[in-house]
């Protein structure tokens, strides 16, 4: 497999619920991230992974919480969410921060909390 | 604070015309930009970028334009075919930072 997995591609979950999305590249790639999209907002970073230590965490709130075992797998784990935490969430790769080519993107989360 | 601008959420445009889309930035420190297509369903692919040494950037159908003074892109897209039909996102960085910032993005919609 090429490019930039996340799983699931959809999610339902409520308020109480605990759950993680998973990021997977094999692209030899040595920077990951989170992205948040909502509705017509732009695309926000929420965490970055470079040589899997945590180098960015742009104030995220503490119910999403990052794991980069390996630097081919990058986790979001979500716990206690509320109803506007449901967007699409990207997660992305590249070869270093700032790429010349930018980042390869997953197909997103498409997450609903109720 | 948004950092980098789309204006127009939508546009449509007659198949084999040219297609323009534009984005505006606040940060003078923007040094490279990058322009995603995205489709329903699908992540952000890239497209085309340029960086601040250049003003013009052409690769087929697809040309960027970088007005540094006005701190403004623009994506033209010609001939416009019904398969551009998605949505256009602009980015910036500079090189001094260690991240990209994205627009929201513009829904480019081709009649055939």
Same mark, same amino acid.
């Given at each position: 497999?090429?490019?930039?997995?996340?799983?699931?591609? /959809?999610?339902?979950?409520?308020?109480?619920?605990?759950?993680?999305?998973? #990021?997977?590249?094999?692209?030899? /790639?040595?920077?990951?991230?989170?992205?948040?999209?909502?509705?017509?907002?732009?695309? +926000?970073?929420?965490?970055?992974?470079?040589?899997?230590?945590?180098?960015?965490?742009?104030?995220?709130?503490?119910?999403?919480?990052?794991? #980069?075992?390996?630097?081919?797998?990058?986790?979001?784990?979500?716990?206690?969410?509320?109803? +506007?935490?449901?967007?699409?969430?990207? #997660?992305?790769?590249?070869?270093?921060?700032?790429?010349?080519?930018?980042?390869?993107?997953?197909?997103?989360?498409?997450?609903?909390?109720? | 604070?948004?950092?980098?601008?789309? $204006?127009?959420?939508?546009?449509?445009?007659?198949? &084999?015309?040219?297609?323009?889309?534009?984005?505006?930035?606040? $940060?003078?420190?923007?040094?490279? !930009?990058?322009?995603?297509?995205?489709?329903?369903?699908?992540?952000?692919?890239?497209?085309?970028?340029?960086?601040?040494?250049?003003?013009?950037?052409?690769?087929?159908?697809?040309?960027?334009?970088? $007005?540094?003074?006005?701190?403004?892109?623009?994506?033209?897209?010609?001939?416009?075919?019904? &398969?551009?039909?998605?949505?256009?996102?602009?980015?910036?960085?500079?090189?001094?930072? $260690?991240? !990209?910032? !994205? &627009?929201?993005?513009?829904?480019?919609?081709?009649?055939?």
């Amino acid at each position: 497999e090429t490019g930039v997995t996340q799983t699931p591609r /959809h999610l339902v979950m409520g308020m109480t619920n605990k759950k993680s999305l998973k #990021c997977e590249q094999h692209l030899g /790639h040595n920077a990951m991230y989170w992205y948040k999209q909502s509705a017509k907002k732009p695309l +926000e970073l929420m965490f970055v992974y470079n040589f899997k230590e945590q180098t960015e965490n742009n104030s995220v709130p503490s119910r999403f919480s990052p794991e #980069c075992p390996n630097s081919s797998h990058l986790f979001l784990h979500l716990h206690t969410l509320q109803p +506007e935490d449901s967007a699409l969430y990207l #997660c992305a790769s590249s070869q270093a921060r700032t790429d010349s080519y930018g980042y390869t993107f997953g197909s997103g989360t498409r997450l609903t909390v109720v | 604070d948004q950092q980098v601008k789309q $204006n127009s959420p939508s546009l449509s445009v007659q198949e &084999g015309r040219i297609s323009i889309l534009n984005c505006d930035y606040t $940060n003078s420190m923007f040094d490279y !930009f990058l322009w995603y297509k995205k489709y329903p369903a699908e992540g952000p692919t890239f497209l085309i970028s340029i960086s601040s040494i250049k003003d013009k950037n052409e690769d087929g159908r697809f040309t960027v334009f970088l $007005n540094k003074s006005a701190k403004h892109l623009s994506l033209h897209i010609v001939p416009s075919q019904p &398969g551009d039909s998605a949505v256009y996102f602009c980015a910036a960085s500079a090189s001094t930072g $260690n991240q !990209f910032y !994205f &627009g929201t993005g513009t829904s480019l919609t081709v009649i055939p």
